[in-house]
């Protein structure tokens, strides 16, 4: 939980601190007079510090109370969760409060693997998206180290153009968030079912590399038949392990014009993450996940007049009369990297694909793969998938683990020419 004005919770079990020796049971902190408000059970008045470490003895718990999941995406919504490790409460310059989890990387993976995908899901799946995201975690903390300013290049801004990206830039205090802008990380309250800590114990230590470097693994929910190249999401980078592939047992030939895309995305290919069975959903898919439908296909209307306002909105510019929307740069899975949004008071292209579908919805498009059709007083988007769709399709692999596949033959089918390698 970042930037917060105030947080509550509770601590189960035994707790130490330099300020209070042993502690446990609930407390508030909030921001007064440029430092953390902290108060308890123990400490009715409030004591006033700028930063706290709440040490956790063997076994013991920490909740915090309305913790955002699912941040700016159309899933958002308010949990409490329950956490294992260590809870650290951090003020921040600009008088917020930042509570930060410090936990091993392996209980932290357990957690990951049980709040991105449903613990019901096969385990070899299960398997091959704990090796997935525990090199997801190592190359990223790898990168940090790496980095002498902690910033990514983000993006550029002209007055005609914005091109963005969003990738690990805002974690100064911390080395990961506990959101889908990294993984998932909902504590301990979803992994009841223990198979997710069995598949990270199982693939202890076991990550996928290139050339002898931890790949930078990447994943989404559905890539809608084609995986995408890293450099659509992302900066201008190419990575030999981050590019299309088809997520089907046969070959889908990469889009290359709006033509083919169009195609595509009305057809109906046959693909790995084509799963209309409900059942088969309920065992993959975790239950917020599931509210959102035809994700592999899917159609979105607006009125001329609500996507103007949407527009405004979101980008924080006036286009006035909306003219045309017209994609300018595609990727092979048909995701757009470039768009030009045309009005009769502006005009601008905007980029990259995350931002692209962050304009054009009050929460966000499912992906960047779509086509418009613009008629007198309506636009109409039609698209495919859900997510960046680089790198793994949560979708896909988990159906391809259903019809028997290996959790090694599923992360080489979708990150080309890695080898898995036991590093601890």
């Known amino acids: ?47 006033y510090i700028p930063s706290i470490r709440f040490i956790a003895e063997k076994s013991s718990l920490f909740s915090l109370a309305n913790v955002t999941i699912g941040n700016q995406f159309h899933w958002e919504r308010k949990e409490d969760q329950i956490f294992q490790g260590d809870l650290i409460l951090q003020l921040r310059p600009e008088e917020t409060i930042c509570a930060i ?126 995986t995408e190249n890293f450099d659509t999401a992302w900066n201008d980078k190419q990575f030999h392990y981050l590019t299309t592939v088809s997520d089907a047992p046969v070959p889908h030939q990469p889009i290359r014009s709006e033509q083919e895309a169009s195609k595509w995305i009305h057809s109906p290919p046959e693909a790995y993450c084509r799963v209309t069975d409900q059942h088969l959903l309920e065992r993959i898919l975790p239950g917020f996940d599931r509210e959102t ?6 159609k979105v209307e607006y009125s001329r007049k609500e996507l103007e306002e949407i527009l405004r909105q979101k980008s924080g510019f006036d286009f006035g009369t909306l003219v045309e929307i017209v994609p300018l740069q595609r990727g092979p ?16 292209v905007v980029g990259k694909e995350l931002e692209i579908r962050r304009w054009l919805s009050p929460s966000h498009l499912y992906s960047s793969a779509f086509i418009v059709k613009s008629e007198t007083n309506q636009f109409i988007f039609h698209g495919a998938g859900w997510g960046h769709g680089v790198g793994l399709c949560q979708i896909g692999a988990a159906v391809m683990a259903t019809q028997g596949f290996l959790a090694e033959k599923i992360l080489k089918h979708y990150f080309r020419g890695v080898e898995i390698e036991k590093i601890y």
């Not at 408000?37 to 400490?43: D, G, I, N, Q, T």
């Not at 076991?206 to 050339?211: D, E, G, I, P």
């Not at 439908?293 to 899917?298: E, I, L």
Request: aromatic share 10%; glycine share 6%; hydrophobic share 35%.
């Open 293 to 298: 439908k035809d994700f592999f296909r899917w």
């Open 101 to 226: 989890n410090e936990i091993s990387p392996e209980d932290y993976l357990s957690s990951v693997v049980s709040s991105e995908m449903n613990t019901d899901a096969p385990f070899e799946f299960l398997k091959a998206h704990a090796i997935l995201s525990r090199s997801w975690l190592l190359s990223a903390l790898h990168q940090k180290r790496k980095r002498t300013d902690l910033l990514i290049q983000s993006g550029k801004i002209k007055t005609d153009e914005i091109i963005r990206w969003y990738d690990r830039e805002d974690h100064d205090l911390y080395d990961v968030c506990a959101d889908d802008h990294c993984q998932r990380y909902q504590g301990i309250s979803k992994t009841a079912a223990d198979k997710a800590s069995e598949a990270v114990h199982e693939t202890c230590g076991r990550v996928l590399t290139f050339q002898d470097e931890i790949c930078d693994a990447r994943y989404s929910k559905c890539c809608g038949g084609l």
């Open 333 to 348: 899975s048909g995701r757009i990297s470039h768009l030009r949004i045309v009005g009769l008071k502006k005009s601008m």
């Open 1 to 47: 939980m970042d930037r917060q004005t105030e947080i509550s919770g509770h601590l189960e079990g035994i707790f130490h601190s330099d300020r209070f020796g042993p502690f446990s049971g609930p407390f508030s902190a909030k921001v007064e007079a440029g430092k953390i408000a902290f108060v308890s059970e123990s400490h009715h008045q409030p004591v």
